[in-house]
């Protein structure tokens, strides 16, 4: 299980988070402003994305489904899933 405190993966412009086994991978992601990341859920459980400070959140993701948000400010950003809040990156 991935975790916040896991190697930082660095990613481009557009960088990807798979859901899987009730993880984040990776865990812990370093993009540039203004870069997109989409999540993508491949559990058969629902997932979202949810920022600690509040700031964002993406949709509810059932299996096979993703959702897209741009990172327009520098920052740390940490989240969890809402529904587990026990998921972290």
């Not at 916040?4 to 859901?19: K, L, T």
């Not at 993009?31 to 999540?39: N, S």
Request: glycine fraction near 8%.
């Amino acid at each position: 299980m991935e975790q916040a405190g896991d190697p930082v993966v660095r990613g481009g412009s557009a960088a990807n988070v798979a859901i899987e086994d009730f993880a984040f991978a990776p865990g812990n992601l370093e993009i540039p402003v203004g870069a997109t990341v989409t999540w993508t859920n491949r559990d058969s459980a629902p997932h979202d994305a949810t920022a600690r400070d509040g700031d964002w959140q993406t949709a509810r993701l059932s299996d096979g489904e993703s959702d897209t948000l741009t990172f327009t400010k520098r920052g740390t950003f940490d989240y969890y899933c809402s529904i587990h809040p026990s998921m972290k990156a």
